[in-house]
């Protein structure tokens, strides 16, 4: 093995003493073990120059860690809150710009459904009577006096048909007691205490029905 001394007995001692060659042999594979043994006192130097110090290789330490701690930290602390929120039980990677990338093509649609519903019923059943405006065909042009003046008349139309809508929806009897535009309708509340009394109506020139005598009468008994 490397680093081992090989001890030699009597005999392998008086035969190198006589043979040159063995013992030139022998010199070479000491020089060998020597630049061996020379090259690992040199690392282990090196390793303890470097731990010479240990509270500046510690500091050293420190302050790689220090550097992107709180970042760490703030991280851990939104993928734990979103997998409570989500109730998932799997390690979440931290984010790269592909997933900031694929998560921009997703589009949600409107979830308010009470809006929806009072936009459709506040529709006319059937199309206006107003005509749209005629589209300009590929070979006519428009100067931008009527540009303007089209285009004001197209919003024009929009804000009347917007009114028309706001006001069939708040006039609706349907929708008395639903909430339109964020905002429930009720009836106005009678005065506490006031009762109101019905009255009867009466037919005017109806004969009136006379009362019937009893047949038999009957004498009290005082």
Known sequence: ????????????????????FASLEGKVEERERLVGSKK????????SEQWEDPYEANRKLRNTFRAGR?????????????????????????EHEEDVRRAGFVEFGNNDSLTSITKAISKPLFQSDSQPLKAVGKGQKLSRRKQAEALAAKQRNDAV????????AAMDPFLTNNQLNGCKITPKPLLAGVKRKRSIPTLEGAPSIPKL??????????
């Open 213 to 222: 005598a009893s047949l038999v009468d009957y004498d009290s008994d005082d």
């Open 161 to 168: 048909a917007e009114i028309r809508g706001n006001t069939r």
């Open 1 to 20: 093995m490397e680093g081992d001394t090989k001890i030699l007995t009597e005999e392998e001692r008086e035969k190198l003493r006589n043979n040159a």
């Open 70 to 94: 709180k970042t760490r930290e703030k991280e851990a602390g939104a993928a734990s809150a979103l997998q409570d929120k989500m109730s998932f039980g799997l390690d979440l990677l931290p």
């Open 40 to 47: 690992r006192l040199e690392e282990l130097q090196d390793l």
